[in-house]
């Protein structure tokens, strides 16, 4: 009766209110008697008239810069995307993507495109908002320096550090003696360009080197401790100088240079000593989301912006300013994770790519038109290797540093990355640096950067000891070993349940590792410590629950099916757990098909689909990644359907395909372990046609009587299935289950899809017998 009345009132206002605007539109008709009112005349001047306004309102400056978004958003990730796949980090791919977009290639092969989609007075307004990206980076970059580290660690690292930026800043300028006269601007002091060589040789990119620290699994390590600490002490050094080389080049020379550093100075002391003591004031109040209110957070983006316009003013940029903003924010790790999540999303997906496409918009390679100037781009090239990877190397041998720690020290301080970027693109709108040694420099950021991850496989290669991700106790021999591998935590806790029920008797001869992958691009190298405390705490403390030893295994990946891959086949072992969504019975249509999934839209599916390699309704309700594992690990793979999962008390185990045998082991497992009521459904009499597996039946049941069943699929009905806690399928078996639609799929509980790898042949007879014969002696 409700909704009757809703759409009568519905039909009545709409027509009612339509009516009576229709009546004014007539009656005001009338009044544009005499008013000169311009009427078009035809079908082809009204046409034209909309194709004016269409392309007017193409070449409006916000539809402009909103097209310029999309399009550099979408290439950036795409060769982000590649980058990644070839083991390198995503602001490589970045970088090369804001080159594609420039006039080094998309000007370059389609001009007429490039000047539409990138007119030149359009580009004040891509340089204003990739400032702003800039400008919010900068200040992630400075929170995420954790000062504690510096003021413990300092001794060595600062050595090594100083020495990272003295040695390539001296060879900087010593190269900008010998181009000064070929490549510097007209009107530009050899000092100025000079500092400014040497500065760009100096720096490290400190976001680059944590993002490799952290996949690379070495940021518990001695080594990686002592090489984020050097990456933070040059980042603050750097920056300080950087600021020095600013005022001096605006200055005009290093005397009057001197008020600028003076203001800087006070600038330095007025936000450590006056600013930073309120805002720990105001962060020691506020430290949870739910107090962190906006008029607070806004307390905070006003010392940001104001900290940003202060250093514009003074004339050492509004980079530095909110590089310092970072640093001084209070030294609580929730509230900087907080205050860092709220900002780097918006940075680094939506305004960093504009900088790197305005970056390649200014990078002309095509002025690098003669044999000579690439000489020079390799000169450049060497010198910035030699001063950053052999200086830092040396420096680092020097304090006492083993010689492939100190190679991979010096590795890992040669990657310039984004930064690099920054410094270059503050010389050239200052004049310092021509358009061709622009070019060159941008060209040597790339090399250094793409040479970090090779040179660090070249010296693990050398020195052969690559760590591993295997930690010793994981490698001790034990009789049966479970890997689980989980994204959200409270399904690694449903895991461990899981993993415990089959083995939960075995008396310390089986072993549970819990590991936890998280992508590279989603961790910051300040709040990896407290994510990986919230990830393993659930899994931790129902492994307390359950009186179950669990060993943790944590790492920032950038790939995280190969790392899963090459975790279960170093650790040889007996079966690998992984989760997928909750059930693809429940929720959308979408997520009935593909499975629950946040990897649905991703370019490897969009790839696969073009390439014909995957069908959209194949492999239900796997995912890529989950296919993947599946299709090249070397050990037996359990996908898990979380559906409320408690015990495993009673298991159902359906027998479709003649090659289910192997299940049976399983269901002698959960017997011997957790007593569990077992009940197999033959379906199409599979164990009919396979006598082996009724002679395993018979053997549990002569060691474990009333422990289980055989029944045919008609016992499928939904008192049974509810009555149920788990569901144990082969993985062929659960396609041709998924494929055939059955009415009983809607009411199953939990499930579990076995993969098995290179299955032996199911053998009773007299070995099968004395086998189960031992099965409660021996656990099994």
Same mark, same amino acid.
């Given at each position: 009766?409700?909704?009757?009345?809703?759409?009568? @009132?519905?039909?009545?206002?709409?027509?009612i209110?339509?009516?009576?605007?229709?009546?004014?539109?007539?009656?005001?008709?009338?009044?544009?008697?005499?008013?000169?009112? &311009?009427?078009?005349?035809?079908?082809?001047?009204?046409?034209?008239?909309?194709?004016?306004?269409?392309?007017?309102?193409?070449?409006?400056?916000?539809?402009?810069?909103?097209?310029?978004?999309?399009?550099?958003?979408?290439?950036?990730?795409?060769?982000?995307?590649?980058?990644?796949?070839?083991?390198?980090?995503?602001?490589?791919?970045?970088?090369?993507?804001?080159?594609v977009?420039?006039?080094?290639?998309?000007?370059?092969?389609?001009?007429?495109?490039?000047?539409?989609?990138f007119?030149i007075?359009?580009?004040?307004?891509?340089?204003?908002?990739s400032?702003?990206g800039?400008?919010?980076?900068?200040?992630?970059?400075?929170?995420?320096?954790?000062?504690?580290?510096?003021?413990n660690?300092?001794?060595?690292?600062?050595?090594?550090?100083?020495?990272?930026?003295?040695?390539?800043?001296?060879?900087?300028?010593?190269?900008?003696?010998?181009?000064?006269?070929?490549?510097?601007?007209?009107?530009v002091?050899?000092?100025?360009?000079?500092?400014f060589?040497?500065?760009?040789?100096?720096?490290?990119?400190?976001?680059?080197?944590?993002?490799?620290?952290?996949?690379?699994?070495?940021?518990?390590?001695?080594?990686?401790?002592?090489?984020?600490?050097?990456?933070?002490?040059?980042?603050?050094?750097?920056?300080? /100088?950087?600021?020095?080389?600013?005022?001096?080049?605006?200055?005009?020379?290093?005397?009057?240079?001197l008020?600028?550093?003076?203001?800087?100075?006070?600038?330095?002391?007025?936000?450590?000593?006056?600013?930073?003591?309120?805002?720990?004031?105001?962060?020691?109040?506020?430290?949870?989301?739910e107090?962190l209110?906006?008029?607070?957070?806004?307390?905070?983006?006003?010392?940001?912006?104001?900290?940003?316009?202060?250093?514009?003013?003074?004339?050492?940029?509004?980079l530095?300013?909110?590089?310092?903003?970072?640093?001084?924010?209070?030294?609580?790790?929730? @509230?900087?994770?907080?205050?860092?999540?709220?900002?780097e999303?918006?940075?680094?997906?939506?305004?960093?790519?504009?900088?790197?496409?305005?970056?390649?918009?200014?990078?002309?390679?095509?002025?690098?038109?003669?044999?000579?100037?690439?000489?020079?781009?390799?000169?450049?090239?060497?010198?910035?290797?030699?001063?950053?990877?052999?200086?830092?190397?040396?420096?680092?041998?020097?304090?006492?540093?083993?010689?492939?720690?100190?190679?991979?020290?010096?590795?890992?301080?040669?990657?310039?990355?984004?930064?690099?970027?920054?410094?270059?693109?503050i010389?050239?709108?200052?004049?310092?640096?021509t358009?061709?040694?622009?070019?060159?420099?941008?060209?040597?950021?790339?090399?250094?950067?793409?040479?970090?991850?090779?040179?660090?496989?070249?010296?693990?290669?050398?020195?052969?000891?690559?760590?591993?991700?295997?930690?010793?106790?994981?490698?001790?021999?034990?009789?049966?070993?479970?890997?689980?591998?989980?994204?959200?935590?409270?399904?690694?806790?449903?895991?461990?349940?899981?993993?415990?029920?089959?083995?939960?008797?075995?008396?310390?001869?089986?072993?549970?590792?819990?590991?936890?992958?998280?992508?590279?691009?989603?961790?910051?190298?300040?709040?990896?410590?407290?994510?990986?405390?919230?990830?393993?705490?659930?899994?931790?403390?129902?492994?307390?629950?359950?009186?179950?030893?669990?060993?943790?295994?944590?790492?920032?990946?950038?790939?995280?099916?190969?790392d899963?891959?090459?975790?279960?086949?170093?650790?040889?072992?007996?079966?690998?757990?992984?989760?997928?969504?909750?059930?693809?019975?429940?929720?959308?249509?979408?997520g009935?098909?593909?499975?629950?999934?946040?990897?649905?839209?991703?370019?490897?599916?969009?790839?696969?689909?073009?390439?014909?390699?995957e069908?959209?309704?194949?492999?239900?309700?796997?995912?890529?990644?989950?296919?993947?594992?599946? &299709?090249?690990?070397?050990?037996?793979?359990?996908?898990?359907?979380?559906?409320?999962?408690?015990?495993?008390? &009673?298991?159902?185990?359906?027998?479709?395909?003649?090659?289910?045998?192997?299940?049976?082991?399983?269901?002698?497992?959960?017997?011997?372990?957790?007593?569990?009521?077992?009940?197999?459904?033959?379906?199409?009499?599979?164990?009919?046609s396979?006598?082996?597996?009724?002679?395993?039946?018979?053997?549990?049941?002569?060691?474990?009587?009333?422990?289980?069943?055989?029944?045919?699929?008609?016992?499928?009905?939904?008192?049974f299935?509810?009555?149920?806690?788990?569901?144990?399928?082969?993985?062929?078996?659960?396609?041709? /289950?998924?494929?055939?639609?059955?009415?009983? /799929?809607?009411?199953?509980?939990?499930?579990?899809?076995?993969?098995?790898k290179?299955?032996?042949?199911?053998?009773?007879?007299?070995?099968?017998?004395?086998?189960?014969?031992?099965?409660?002696?021996?656990?099994?």
């Open positions: 009766m409700g909704k009757r009345r809703n759409a009568i @009132f519905y039909v009545l206002i709409i027509g209110f339509s009516g009576l605007m229709y009546t004014i539109s007539i009656k005001g008709k009338l009044l544009e008697v005499g008013r000169k009112i &311009r009427i078009s005349q035809n079908e082809t001047s009204q046409w034209q008239e909309f194709i004016d306004s269409m392309s007017h309102n193409l070449t409006h400056p916000l539809a402009i810069l909103l097209a310029q978004i999309v399009t550099i958003i979408m290439v950036a990730r795409v060769f982000g995307w590649l980058s990644k796949k070839i083991g390198q980090p995503t602001v490589i791919g970045e970088i090369i993507a804001g080159i977009l420039g006039p080094s290639l998309l000007g370059w092969v389609f001009p007429q495109f490039s000047l539409a989609l007119p007075e359009s580009l004040g307004n891509l340089q204003f908002l400032q702003i800039l400008i919010l980076f900068m200040f992630v970059i400075g929170m995420e320096l954790d000062l504690k580290v510096l003021r660690k300092a001794d060595d690292a600062v050595v090594i550090s100083h020495a990272s930026i003295v040695i390539p800043f001296t060879l900087g300028i010593g190269l900008a003696y010998f181009i000064y006269t070929s490549f510097a601007p007209i009107g002091e050899f000092l100025s360009f000079g500092l060589l040497g500065i760009a040789m100096s720096i490290t990119a400190f976001p680059v080197l944590a993002r490799i620290v952290q996949e690379r699994g070495l940021q518990k390590s001695r080594l990686g401790t002592i090489v984020i600490t050097c990456a933070a002490a040059d980042d603050i050094t750097a920056w300080c /100088l950087l600021a020095a080389v600013i005022a001096i080049v605006k200055a005009g020379s290093f005397v009057s240079s008020y600028v550093i003076g203001l800087a100075v006070a600038y330095v002391f007025v936000m450590i000593k006056l600013v930073r003591p309120f805002l720990k004031r105001i962060g020691d109040l506020h430290t949870s989301r107090n209110s906006k008029p607070i957070v806004a307390i905070f983006f006003l010392t940001l912006i104001i900290s940003a316009y202060a250093t514009e003013v003074i004339g050492i940029h509004a530095f300013g909110a590089f310092m903003a970072g640093a001084i924010m209070p030294e609580n790790t929730k @509230f900087r994770n907080i205050f860092i999540e709220k900002v999303d918006v940075s680094l997906v939506l305004l960093l790519p504009l900088f790197f496409v305005y970056t390649g918009l200014r990078t002309e390679i095509g002025l690098l038109n003669d044999f000579y100037l690439w000489k020079v781009t390799g000169m450049i090239i060497v010198v910035a290797v030699v001063g950053k990877f052999v200086g830092s190397a040396i420096a680092a041998r020097f304090v006492g540093q083993n010689w492939k720690d100190s190679l991979t020290i010096g590795a890992l301080m040669n990657t310039r990355g984004l930064m690099e970027l920054v410094v270059l693109n010389g050239y709108d200052l004049g310092v640096l358009p061709e040694i622009f070019a060159m420099m941008v060209i040597m950021a790339l090399v250094t950067t793409f040479m970090t991850g090779p040179a660090l496989d070249l010296i693990n290669w050398l020195f052969r000891s690559k760590p591993s991700l295997i930690p010793q106790e994981i490698i001790q021999k034990s009789n049966y070993r479970i890997l689980v591998s989980f994204g959200h935590p409270e399904r690694g806790r449903s895991l461990v349940r899981l993993a415990h029920s089959l083995i939960s008797k075995l008396n310390g001869n089986a072993s549970i590792t819990a590991m936890h992958l998280s992508p590279v691009d989603e961790l910051n190298y300040f709040n990896q410590a407290a994510y990986e405390r919230e990830s393993f705490g659930p899994v931790i403390h129902e492994a307390h629950q359950l009186n179950q030893k669990v060993t943790t295994l944590f790492k920032a990946s950038s790939g995280i099916e190969e899963i891959i090459e975790v279960a086949k170093k650790g040889n072992y007996d079966l690998l757990l992984i989760g997928v969504g909750q059930s693809i019975f429940e929720g959308s249509l979408l009935k098909v593909l499975g629950f999934t946040t990897r649905i839209i991703s370019p490897d599916r969009i790839l696969n689909q073009v390439t014909g390699k069908n959209l309704f194949e492999n239900l309700p796997f995912d890529e990644m989950t296919r993947r594992i599946i &299709r090249t690990s070397q050990v037996p793979v359990g996908v898990w359907i979380d559906k409320g999962f408690k015990q495993a008390d &009673r298991i159902f185990i359906p027998i479709i395909s003649p090659k289910d045998d192997f299940l049976v082991q399983y269901a002698q497992k959960w017997i011997n372990n957790s007593g569990a009521q077992i009940t197999l459904i033959d379906t199409g009499d599979q164990v009919k396979r006598p082996e597996i009724k002679e395993a039946i018979r053997a549990i049941e002569h060691v474990a009587p009333h422990h289980i069943q055989l029944r045919p699929e008609n016992y499928l009905n939904p008192e299935l509810k009555s149920q806690d788990l569901m144990v399928i082969s993985f062929k078996s659960w396609k041709k /289950l998924v494929e055939s639609k059955k009415d009983w /799929l809607s009411d199953i509980p939990s499930v579990l899809i076995l993969a098995e290179n299955p032996e042949k199911f053998k009773v007879e007299a070995s099968a017998t004395r086998l189960t014969r031992k099965l409660p002696e021996q656990g099994y």
